[in-house]
Nanobody
Framework: VQLQASGGGLVQAGGSLRLSCTAS????????LAWFRQAPGKEREFVAA????????IYADSVKGRFTISRENARNTLYLQMNSLKTEDTAVYYC???????????????????WGKGTLVTVSS
């Protein structure tokens, strides 16, 4: 599976963006998918994940209630709707995919086998 993230850009605080991640490969629906982000000088951190076939979703506390992860298996596409953006959301956002990831490991980057190249989100004050 190959992943390609898009949709990043510059937005004012309080605004919204929707990120997309398009995947190639026939087994997209069998993969758990996630968004991670990395701000300058910081480690990559978990943002949100969704189990295969659109089941369970989990979020980092910092984005809960503002971000929504979803997937459209027919289009091999993962989404991240980001509302009420804050300056601290500024980062490069990466999509990731993996199979047979247990629930407790969805937040762990090493659980994922495939990564997109990232898309930059900049939130200005």
């Amino acid at each position: 599976v190959q992943l390609q993230a898009s949709g990043g850009g510059l937005v004012q605080a309080g605004g919204s963006l929707r990120l997309s991640c398009t995947a190639s490969g026939r087994t997209f629906s069998e993969h758990s998918l996630a968004w991670f982000r990395q701000a300058p000088g910081k480690e990559r951190e978990f943002v949100a994940a969704i189990r295969s076939r659109g089941g369970t979703t989990i979020y980092a506390d910092s984005v809960k209630g503002r971000f929504t992860i979803s997937r459209e298996n027919a289009r091999n596409t993962l989404y991240l709707q980001m509302n009420s953006l804050k300056t601290e959301d500024t980062a490069v956002y990466y999509c990731a995919g993996g199979q047979r990831i247990i629930l407790s490991s969805l937040r762990v980057p090493s659980s994922y086998d495939f990564w997109g190249k990232g898309t930059l989100v900049t939130v200005s004050s």
